[in-house]
């Protein structure tokens, strides 16, 4: 039995984590790093799992506590991949390694580094393009024969509220994992011409695809770069638009739809399970099973199989990271009628992933024990509470997103993250007061506090309006945190949505060179038909 020293130093080098992560052994390789940090540079199949977030993300990520884990961070003087290595023994993970030099080392010993996020799922949508030749259409084109009043329809494969922030004028609201069962009631006509688009690729290409594999009758093109493309050729976009789906779908054409979908499935060897085989699977030790609801945030909200988490199935294909992060592991997707599900199983198994469907979905009877890890005690306080401990002099720690501080914070409030409290100049005889928008993220770091010698730590979880109504004077710092501080937000992925043209082709660039970047093993984890693992 390892000493917990010994666990906490037990480390991998680069070489020997190259080769876990081909031997088709269940692995969780986690960027441990903040957001902003794991999106300018990371290993290809890292899930982001950043310090701040650790404890309240880990267990729905990779539930079984003694799968192969490996932690890293930059390497050099960084101690967060030591410091999420002890936070994980804490929750009983057992088997549980650190990258040796973190990811400095990683790529002085030749291997390589990807910018971006969700790097596994984009380059299997340009991978996909390229082996299906997705018929695709320009912005200025789309934009042309709107002009004429041609017989098209633009369906937005995002969720509703992506879909809000920026869309094409005119398109609909349509998520990529309800196509298969909701845009027959939105394109009626077998003639109407449908342009799926996204705000770059991914979701364009998948979305279209998806039609064309299921066999659809109309025209079906993917948006090339999405709203990105339509606002680098100058065209306006509109903002706060919610034309949606309707959310019935008439109860005859159900048959038809999930017999199609069954068709696809087949033709992509996804196999369907009985509820007495994800039961097993689910008591089975030695693998982990995710079960992954994929309808619509409405019907999860309903009630779902014990364990199960809500991964919306356009969403679980584009990002597929914020998931599920043991790579090996088994995927069991359901919905209520048998028409999304395997349309999405169809796509994780191209992915290179050992997917299936649940043949009974939503309505199946499982027992399942799923247990998170347990929030420490913290005093969550009222916006008044707050007021009078500030007039007291209490010290306020603002530990939310750093983009929000920069917007409006409570003025005296300091702004900080997770990993770097202890280089905050505290002083242990007065309180701190954590501002936070989860009570479970400021619990865990109100931990680490005590840990650096604070005794009275508490929180509050208020909103500028909360505080404002209660006479707290607020502030604004446009650059404060300065960026080089703002290791939760990654510039180059958000600044094209906020008029930066420079950060929208830099992006689109990043996303179409991706399959060059991957190595010949990576590559080989896809099995598109007619390829060897296909």
């Not at 940090?37 to 539930?63: C, K, N, T």
Request: charged fraction near 20%; aromatic fraction near 6%.
């Amino acid at each position: 039995m390892q000493s917990s020293h010994d666990q906490h130093s037990a480390s991998v080098d680069s070489h020997t984590l190259k080769q876990w992560l081909h031997d088709g052994g269940e692995i969780a390789l986690l960027d441990v790093r903040e957001h902003g940090q794991y999106g300018e540079s990371h290993l290809f199949y890292a899930a982001p799992v950043p310090y701040s977030r650790l404890e309240v993300d880990i267990v729905r990520l990779a539930p079984r506590r003694d799968v192969r884990v490996v932690v890293y961070d930059n390497g050099g003087d960084d101690d967060t991949a030591a410091r999420a290595a002890r936070a994980l023994a804490a929750l009983s993970y057992t088997n549980v390694r650190q990258l040796a030099g973190g990811l400095a080392q990683w790529q002085r010993d030749g291997y390589a580094a990807f910018a971006g996020v969700n790097v596994p799922s984009k380059t299997f949508g340009e991978l996909a393009e390229e082996v299906f030749h997705t018929p695709r259409i320009g912005a200025r084109e789309l934009a042309e024969r709107q002009r004429r009043g041609d017989d098209l329809i633009v369906l937005d494969g995002r969720p509703f509220t992506e879909y809000q922030k920026m869309s094409i004028p005119g398109g609909i609201c349509c998520p990529n994992g309800e196509l298969a069962l909701r845009a027959h009631t939105l394109a009626t006509r077998p003639d109407t011409t449908i342009v799926i688009n996204c705000a770059g690729r991914t979701r364009s290409i998948i979305g279209a695809q998806t039609l064309i594999n299921l066999g659809v009758p109309n025209p079906v093109y993917a948006l090339e770069n999405g709203t990105q493309g339509w606002y680098l050729e100058d065209l306006q976009l509109e903002h706060g638009a919610r034309r949606r789906y309707a959310d019935d779908v008439p109860q005859g054409d159900v048959a038809a739809l999930a017999q199609r979908s069954a068709q696809l499935a087949r033709r992509h060897g996804v196999p369907t399970a009985n509820a007495a085989q994800v039961q097993a699977w689910l008591g089975d030790a030695a693998r982990t099973t995710f079960l992954c609801d994929v309808r619509s945030a409405e019907e999860f909200a309903q009630g779902s199989l014990p364990g199960a988490q809500h991964a919306p199935g356009g969403q679980l294909i584009q990002a597929t990271d914020q998931y599920i992060a043991v790579r090996g592991a088994r995927i069991v997707v359901f919905d209520a009628e048998g028409v999304r599900a395997p349309v999405v199983a169809s796509w994780l198994r191209q992915m290179g992933w050992d997917a299936c469907t649940l043949d009974a979905g939503s309505g199946a009877v499982l027992v399942n024990d799923v247990s998170s890890a347990p929030v420490p005690a913290v005093t969550v306080l009222s916006d008044a509470q707050l007021a009078d401990a500030l007039a007291q002099g209490a010290q306020a720690i603002d530990i939310r997103p750093s983009m929000r501080y920069r917007m409006r914070h409570i003025a005296g409030a300091r702004w900080s993250i997770r990993p770097r409290l202890d280089r905050l100049p505290l002083d242990p005889a007065r309180p701190v007061i954590l501002l936070a928008e989860d009570a479970a993220l400021a619990a865990w770091a109100a931990s680490d506090l005590r840990a650096l010698g604070m005794p009275d730590v508490k929180a509050n979880t208020g909103t500028p309006e909360s505080w404002t109504a209660q006479g707290i004077p607020l502030e604004s710092s446009p650059a404060d945190p300065p960026d080089s501080d703002c290791i939760d937000y990654l510039f180059f992925v958000h600044d094209r949505h906020d008029g930066n043209k420079a950060a929208a082709r830099q992006y689109l660039a990043w996303e179409t060179n991706l399959v060059k970047q991957i190595d010949e093993r990576e590559r080989a984890t896809y099995r598109f038909p007619g390829s060897p693992a296909g």
